[in-house]
Nanobody
Framework: QVQLVESGGGLVQAGGSLRLSCATS????????MGWYRQAQGKQRELVAR???????NYGDSVKGRFTISRDNAKNTVYLQMNSLKPEDTATYYC?????????WGQGTQVTVSS
């Protein structure tokens, strides 16, 4: 099984920044797709950002231009840099990894943005 552990969430004021980290138990060279999703209370889970093994990225419309996904292959870690945070970014953020063997999720980290 692939273990994903998110960290970096917390409380931040609107306009501030956070960087989320997702540490993986396997080399991310073996991961076809890594991404971040979020789920606000009472809402559906939605795509925030994802990155392929060849470096292409996709972003949700609401975060494009503010968030950046990146990888550190040596550390087997994926990051989500979150800038210009808005109250509507408040959600639980989940790390996701897609491998040939399956689809894996972390337990989530809470991000709360105050206005």
């Amino acid at each position: 099984q692939v273990q994903l552990v998110e960290s970096g969430g917390g409380l931040v004021q609107a306009g501030g920044s956070l960087r989320l980290s997702c540490a993986t138990s396997v080399s991310i060279f073996t991961v076809n797709l890594m991404g971040w999703y979020r789920q606000a209370q009472g809402k559906q889970r939605e795509l925030v950002a994802r990155s392929t093994s060849i470096g292409t990225t996709n972003y949700g419309d609401s975060v494009k231009g503010r968030f950046t996904i990146s990888r550190d292959n040596a550390k087997n870690t994926v990051y989500l840099q979150m800038n210009s945070l808005k109250p509507e970014d408040t959600a639980t953020y989940y790390c996701n990894a897609v491998l040939p063997r399956g689809n894996y999720w972390g337990q989530g980290t809470q991000v709360t943005v105050s206005s």
